[in-house]
């Protein structure tokens, strides 16, 4: 499974951005795409996920009520609405796939991972 990411840039606080995640090869294998984020000095953080089958969705506590997941069946694309940035947001953003069931909210249960986008958030 490869994994490409994007959408990521420089943007106002208060403003929106959107990601994207296309998944190609082996798409079949994937149980759960996920979004994870990790900013200079910090651990990586869980901002996300998604069922592939179901697109049941999960999202983490600090993005709660701002963040939103969602995927196009047809393009094999997941993708992260980002809205009411805040500076603290500010951190390179990566798509991860799972082929299993597991705590989804850690990166080691991930088996394929995107290269990251970077999103900065200016206050």
């Known amino acids: 499974v490869q994994l490409q990411a994007s959408g990521g840039g420089l943007v106002q606080a208060g403003g929106s951005l959107r990601l994207s995640c296309a998944a190609s090869g082996r798409t079949l294998n994937i149980y759960r795409m996920g979004w994870f984020r990790q900013a200079p000095g910090k651990e990586r953080e869980f901002v996300g996920s998604?069922?592939?089958?179901?697109?049941?969705?999960y999202i983490g506590d600090s993005v709660k009520g701002r963040f939103t997941i969602s995927r196009d069946n047809a393009k094999n694309t997941v993708f992260l609405q980002m809205n009411s940035l805040k500076p603290e947001d500010t951190a390179v953003y990566y798509c991860?796939?799972?082929?299993?069931?597991?705590?989804?909210?850690?990166?080691?249960?991930?088996?394929?991972w995107g290269q990251g986008t970077l999103v900065t958030v200016s206050s």
């Open positions: 991860a796939a799972a082929g299993r069931a597991g705590i989804l909210s850690v990166p080691t249960r991930y088996d394929y």
């Open positions: 998604i069922n592939w089958s179901t697109s049941s969705t």
